[in-house]
């Protein structure tokens, strides 16, 4: 009844934790105080299901927006849409920037917006530099919302620092 208890408190407390299934089985492989332990015997076609499974989960997409900063076919429209790419970096290294080759245009287009508002606001930000840019509805990764490139620098604007309440 003991081990019974104990077993049922580590799977509970290991799918609390929301690990994969590789960590849940390295964990049960491990030797208890007592001694026992867990053996783990799958099918070779259960761990390609979940792996499957896992990668599904990794890749998912939602529609969104980007601005594009850049958009041409010209003779050198690689070389520029590349020149561009990395002067945004530069300028905005807190910003995820993409390069993407739509037959016959190369664009370079940045952000990953959820909504038209928040594309907006990051227009309004970099368009001094880009002039031209323009929203666009794009496929964004979820990864891309979740990890981003860098952590925001601190803003030294005006709107960053609240104002002090008159009485």
């Known amino acids: 009844m003991r081990y019974l208890f104990s077993f049922v408190a580590l799977f509970l407390s290991l799918t609390a934790s929301a690990q994969n299934i590789e960590a849940v089985r390295q964990e049960l492989l491990k030797n208890s105080i007592e001694g026992s332990y867990v ?10 299901a979940v792996r499957v499974v ?17 958009s041409h076919n010209g003779q050198y429209a690689s070389d520029n849409a590349d020149k561009v790419l990395q002067e945004f970096k530069a300028l905005y290294p807190h910003i995820n920037a993409y390069l993407v080759y739509e037959s016959p245009y190369f664009k370079v287009s940045v952000g990953d917006c959820l909504s038209m508002e928040e594309a907006q606001i990051l227009m309004a930000k970099i368009l001094p ?5 323009f929203p666009r509805r794009e496929s964004i990764k979820l990864e891309a919302l979740t990890t981003p490139l860098n952590p925001p620098v601190e803003s030294s604007d005006s709107l960053a620092t609240p104002l002090p309440i008159e009485q």
């Not at 053996?39 to 390609?48: A, H, I, P, Q």
């Not at 990668?55 to 601005?67: M, V």
């Not at 530099?129 to 840019?133: E, L, R």
Request: no cysteine.
């Open 39 to 48: 053996n783990v015997m799958e099918d070779s076609g259960t761990r390609d």
């Open 54 to 70: 896992e990668s599904q989960r990794r890749s998912k997409e939602t529609s969104g927006f980007r601005i594009v900063i850049f």
């Open 129 to 133: 530099n880009y002039p031209k840019a």
